[in-house]
């Protein structure tokens, strides 16, 4: 058995390492066979009942963002509660590519008596930038973070012109840039692609515009706020994004001297002012980490205290646990969810915030493969969220898939298999389904669900699972 993941700094992890510090394991490019593919897998044991209280630290979703909002004022920045996971290492390495100092500080462990106690879950981010940062975020970092793309506003802003390579990212569907280069566009950019690369110059300036967006998406919201708050004159941006994480960056720009009215609503304001200045902020806590928890709690009859997060930011989806029959009790920073016989089916449509959150999807699906009862799951943000319903039907799900709708029809119990992680989220809800099957279920590809998860492990053995970490070996691919 091995150790479970620790990642010493936030580098650039390039593969575990033992408590010792060494490598687990042997995987692409280290010595030994060089067709061997090593990948990490996550086994537990099924009959599990989660119990006790788990933190959670900073969102993702935010701190990704709030990193490159860094980029909008020279100087020294702070960021706090950063989560210890590998895409925040990325994009740290991204803006030291972008020319600025980018120091990780340990911050205060969580009580030694939560799950996870007594390890540093998260961390505060001090990032340098400097008068003239770069202009280039090259192909090799952003091809493995999507969110890398918001650093395209904030250079646009502050120099006049960048080149950010076309992004990658899960492979949960498309996700088009049309909406924020329409919008950038519209603000005075001239915007152009070659070779793989995102091309935008203002050479006189961003200037303030009225922006419709077609969705309210995320990405585009943010990128349009962070050049909108150094652009001339006022924007207006109707149909934004609400998310909990675009307030927290309203939040951090707002500290910084921007001028923005209006969020957490579908119409932001933003008045542009010359220059903004550096501060230290905290990220919010992760609603989709907490949600996870819940229904984690749900799928297993289990009893779960989440704090670190606001459940006022999961109100639709804790609305449906307790539609399935389980107990919710809430306080400002924190939720317990209990469940004492099997959970009843419930109907679930996602939707953006305020609606249910498409990262809980495959938590949504496992619970109804395990209630009682039909379930009709319905995903209207990814076309390709439903990629991962193979995985849950080698544990044995009932599910029918058609377009952007599923049909699920709950079982008793699950039989435990190998499958397989396709992202950040489905890796989290295959993990979860494993402990409501029978026997052994190994997820493998759990490096999606490092990007995440602090810790993944540390809170599941602290929750009441038999679960360990270990890397197994890939058949090599044949060649033709």
Same mark, same amino acid.
Request: glycine content about 12%; overall charge negative; hydrophobic content about 45%.
């Given at each position: 058995?091995?150790?479970?993941?620790?990642?010493?700094?936030?580098?650039?992890?390039? #593969?575990?390492?033992?408590?010792?510090?060494?490598?687990?394991?042997?995987?692409?490019?280290?010595?030994?066979?060089?067709?061997?593919?090593?990948?990490?897998?996550?086994?537990?044991?099924?009959?599990?009942?989660?119990?006790?209280?788990?933190?959670?630290?900073?969102?993702?979703?935010?701190?990704?963002?709030?990193?490159?909002?860094?980029?909008?004022?020279?100087?020294? @920045?702070?960021?706090?509660?950063?989560?210890?996971?590998?895409?925040?290492?990325?994009?740290?390495?991204?803006?030291?590519?972008?020319?600025?100092?980018?120091?990780?500080?340990?911050?205060?462990?969580?009580?030694?008596?939560?799950?996870?106690?007594?390890?540093?879950?998260?961390? @505060?981010?001090?990032?340098?930038?400097?008068?003239?940062?770069?202009?280039?975020?090259?192909?090799?970092?952003?091809?493995? %973070?999507?969110?890398?793309?918001?650093?395209?506003?904030?250079?646009?802003?502050?120099?006049?012109?960048?080149?950010?390579?076309?992004?990658?990212?899960?492979?949960?569907?498309?996700?088009?840039?049309?909406?924020?280069?329409?919008?950038?566009?519209?603000?005075?950019?001239?915007?152009?692609?070659?070779?793989?690369?995102?091309?935008?110059?203002?050479?006189?300036?961003?200037?303030?515009?009225?922006?419709?967006?077609?969705?309210?998406?995320?990405?585009?919201?943010?990128?349009?706020?962070?050049?909108?708050? %150094?652009?001339?004159?006022?924007?207006?941006?109707?149909?934004?994004?609400?998310?909990?994480?675009?307030?927290?960056?309203?939040?951090?720009?707002?500290?910084?001297?921007?001028?923005?009215?209006?969020?957490?609503? @579908?119409?932001?304001?933003?008045?542009?002012?010359?220059?903004?200045?550096?501060?230290?902020?905290?990220?919010?806590?992760?609603?989709?980490?907490?949600?996870?928890?819940?229904?984690?709690?749900?799928?297993?009859?289990?009893?779960?205290?989440?704090?670190?997060?606001?459940?006022?930011?999961?109100?639709?989806?804790? $609305?449906?646990?307790?539609?399935?029959?389980?107990?919710?009790?809430? #306080?400002?920073?924190?939720?317990?969810?209990?469940?004492?016989?099997?959970?009843?089916?419930?109907?679930?449509?996602?939707?953006?915030?305020?609606?249910?959150?498409?990262?809980?999807?495959?938590?949504?699906?496992?619970?109804?493969?395990?209630?009682?009862?039909? @379930?009709?799951?319905?995903?209207?943000?990814? $076309?390709?969220?439903?990629?991962?319903?193979?995985?849950?039907?080698?544990?044995?799900?009932?599910?029918?898939?058609?377009?952007?709708?599923?049909?699920?029809?709950?079982?008793?119990?699950?039989?435990?298999?190998?499958?397989?992680?396709?992202?950040?989220?489905?890796?989290?809800?295959?993990?979860?389904?494993?402990?409501?099957?029978?026997?052994?279920?190994?997820?493998?590809?759990?490096?999606?669900?490092? #990007?995440?998860?602090?810790?993944?492990?540390?809170?599941?053995?602290?929750?009441?699972?038999?679960?360990?970490?270990?890397?197994?070996?890939?058949?090599?691919?044949?060649?033709?």
């Amino acid at each position: 058995m091995s150790h479970s993941l620790r990642i010493p700094d936030l580098s650039i992890p390039t #593969r575990p390492e033992s408590a010792a510090g060494q490598p687990t394991g042997v995987g692409p490019g280290d010595a030994g066979d060089p067709a061997v593919n090593a990948v990490d897998v996550i086994r537990v044991e099924g009959g599990a009942r989660l119990a006790g209280t788990v933190h959670v630290v900073g969102a993702k979703n935010s701190a990704l963002k709030l990193m490159a909002a860094a980029l909008l004022a020279p100087g020294q @920045s702070m960021i706090t509660n950063v989560p210890r996971i590998t895409d925040i290492a990325i994009m740290g390495e991204v803006l030291r590519r972008l020319g600025c100092d980018v120091r990780f500080d340990t911050d205060d462990p969580v009580d030694p008596m939560v799950a996870g106690g007594g390890v540093a879950r998260s961390r @505060s981010v001090v990032i340098d930038v400097p008068e003239e940062p770069g202009v280039e975020a090259d192909y090799d970092l952003v091809r493995r %973070l999507r969110a890398s793309i918001c650093v395209l506003g904030p250079l646009l802003a502050r120099r006049g012109h960048v080149r950010v390579a076309h992004p990658g990212g899960d492979a949960i569907g498309s996700r088009g840039l049309d909406m924020h280069i329409a919008g950038l566009t519209r603000m005075g950019a001239e915007i152009s692609g070659e070779h793989g690369f995102v091309i935008a110059a203002a050479p006189a300036g961003l200037h303030g515009a009225e922006i419709m967006l077609d969705f309210p998406s995320v990405g585009a919201t943010e990128n349009l706020v962070m050049a909108a708050v %150094l652009a001339r004159g006022e924007t207006v941006i109707d149909n934004a994004a609400r998310e909990p994480e675009i307030v927290d960056i309203c939040s951090m720009l707002i500290r910084m001297g921007a001028r923005i009215s209006g969020e957490g609503t @579908s119409t932001l304001h933003i008045e542009g002012v010359p220059a903004l200045t550096p501060v230290r902020h905290a990220t919010v806590g992760d609603r989709i980490v907490a949600g996870t928890w819940a229904f984690g709690a749900a799928m297993t009859r289990g009893d779960v205290t989440v704090t670190g997060a606001d459940p006022a930011f999961l109100e639709v989806a804790l $609305d449906k646990l307790v539609t399935g029959g389980a107990l919710v009790e809430t #306080r400002p920073d924190a939720f317990r969810v209990r469940v004492d016989e099997r959970p009843t089916a419930v109907d679930v449509v996602t939707l953006p915030y305020p609606g249910f959150a498409t990262d809980l999807l495959p938590m949504a699906i496992g619970l109804a493969a395990v209630s009682d009862g039909a @379930s009709l799951i319905t995903e209207n943000i990814f $076309d390709g969220r439903f990629m991962f319903a193979n995985e849950m039907m080698r544990l044995g799900a009932d599910i029918k898939t058609d377009g952007h709708h599923a049909v699920v029809r709950g079982r008793e119990r699950l039989s435990g298999a190998p499958v397989r992680a396709t992202d950040i989220r489905a890796g989290a809800g295959l993990i979860i389904a494993g402990l409501c099957a029978d026997g052994v279920t190994e997820v493998s590809h759990v490096h999606h669900v490092d #990007r995440g998860y602090p810790d993944f492990v540390a809170d599941l053995r602290a929750l009441g699972v038999e679960v360990e970490r270990g890397r197994t070996t890939e058949e090599p691919a044949l060649e033709i």
